[in-house]
């Protein structure tokens, strides 16, 4: 067997984001997930207090008769969710409160770094989102030129904002 000759390149790790914006990234992560399982508790408690007709209000049906629910009850077992509206309730409400804290915190940092620049939509931002989402769909080829944020990426972040 050959040995390869190839010289092997030194790893270079460049930093395409300040700290701040990685951790607060990253602190949503968790939070969000658990703003969404405490949503679903929430969501389970959808019957009446006599629960004669449980789970009767998110479906599509006519009548009694029910075509499909938008959770099948499988799933509602699996995440252990019967009627616990109170204790999701706590849950969103306390996460809530960090999500907002930390979105506070990103606005904030965004301003004071100049970061906000960087987010701003650009007149060639809907084109580019454009072009991207057709690339990501693979029915077209060639991205715009790239930037640290493309044109998608620009109008997302300033929405949600």
């Known amino acids: 067997m050959k040995q ?8 270079r790790l460049d930093r395409k984001h300040p700290l701040a914006i990685r951790w607060m ?10 703003m969404i399982w405490s949503g679903l ?8 207090n006599a629960y004669r007709h449980p789970h009767a209000i998110y479906r599509v049906g006519i009548g009694k008769i029910t075509l499909i629910r938008f959770f099948p009850e499988w799933f509602w077992k699996a995440i252990n969710a019967p009627y616990h509206v109170t204790q ?3 849950h969103h409400f306390f996460f809530m ?10 606005v904030t940092f965004l301003a004071i770094s100049g970061e906000w620049r960087l ?12 072009q991207v989402t057709l690339v990501d ?9 790239q930037t640290k944020y493309n044109g998608a990426q ?5 929405s949600v904002i």
Do not use: C, E, M, Q
């Open 137 to 145: 769909l693979h029915l077209s080829k060639g991205l715009p030129p």
């Open 97 to 106: 409160w960090i999500f907002a804290a930390n979105g506070v915190a990103y």
């Open 4 to 11: 390869s000759s190839l010289k092997s390149a030194p790893l």
């Open 25 to 34: 990234h990253w602190v949503n992560f968790p939070v969000l997930f658990i």
């Open 154 to 158: 620009r109008i997302a972040y300033t």
């Open 41 to 48: 508790l929430i969501y389970w408690n959808d019957s009446d």
């Open 88 to 90: 999701g309730l706590g």
């Open 119 to 130: 987010l701003s939509p650009l007149k060639r931002s809907l084109r580019d989102a454009i």
